[in-house]
């Protein structure tokens, strides 16, 4: 079992639709939980970042974190063409910095 | 902000030579900075862990003397590839994660490497 799991899609929605992105882990010393966003021939950039278990809403972008079920979420509100690109889930430990990414959604949002 | 920029964005080169690839944290200062390896629709691979002032940290089956890797100042990484191949050919991205604290990683453009 890897240790994150994360659906590569890919995913296709109208704009406007409501997108929900997610992955698993099994990694229980997962503290620290990042969504990123990668265009095409681009670094990823950072979109939420959040501790242990919750909610934290940016914008149009919300991500919930479930430890108990070793289960993240990045939900895109309004979704705009502009959303179209490849969303990674990223995790650490307390312990150290190295993440572990999940293989990547790709989203393609239709005008 | 936190910017991370990466210098080259695209480089070619003829097989054996030697490139090298800057990293640098523009407006916040990084203890920490970290090497990847993408290959196309793949996720990214941690290639290597750098620490300002002390030698790099290499991941299992990453070649410490094929890709040197450089931290002299808190703002600043370098990774060279060494005698470079056409199996080298990669792209490889920077991040670095500002001191103090629980920070998170941010991550440059990306080089684009094709070794001819």
């Known amino acids: 079992q890897k240790e994150v799991e994360q659906d590569p899609g890919p995913l296709s929605v109208p704009e406007g639709a409501i997108v929900s992105l997610n992955c698993t882990y099994s990694n229980s010393a997962f503290q620290y939980f990042m969504w990123y966003r990668q265009y095409s021939r681009k670094g990823p950039e950072l979109l939420m970042y959040t501790y242990s278990s919750g909610n934290k809403e940016d914008g149009r972008f919300t991500a919930q974190v479930d430890k108990s079920s070793k289960y993240i979420s990045l939900f895109i509100r309004d979704s705009q063409p502009s959303d179209s690109a490849t969303y990674l889930c990223a995790m650490s430990a307390s312990s150290n910095y190295k993440l572990t990414f999940g293989k990547g959604t790709l989203l393609t949002v239709n005008p | 902000g936190a910017v991370v920029s990466q210098h080259p964005s695209w480089v070619i080169c003829k097989s054996g030579t030697s490139v090298k690839i800057e990293c640098r944290s523009l407006?916040?200062?990084?203890?920490?900075m970290f090497w990847y390896r993408q290959f196309p629709k793949q996720s990214l691979m941690l290639m290597a862990t750098?620490?300002?002032?002390?030698?790099?940290?290499?991941e299992q089956g990453v070649e410490k003397d094929k890709f040197l890797i450089n931290h002299a100042s808190l703002t600043l990484s370098t990774l060279t590839v060494t005698s470079a191949h056409p199996e080298d050919s990669s792209f490889y991205i920077c991040?670095?994660?500002?001191?103090?604290?629980?920070?998170?990683?941010?991550f440059g453009d990306g080089t684009r490497l094709s070794i001819l």
């Open positions: 750098s620490n300002e002032g002390s030698k790099a940290t290499y």
């Open positions: 407006d916040f200062q990084a203890t920490t």
């Open positions: 991040s670095a994660r500002r001191q103090g604290g629980d920070q998170p990683q941010h």
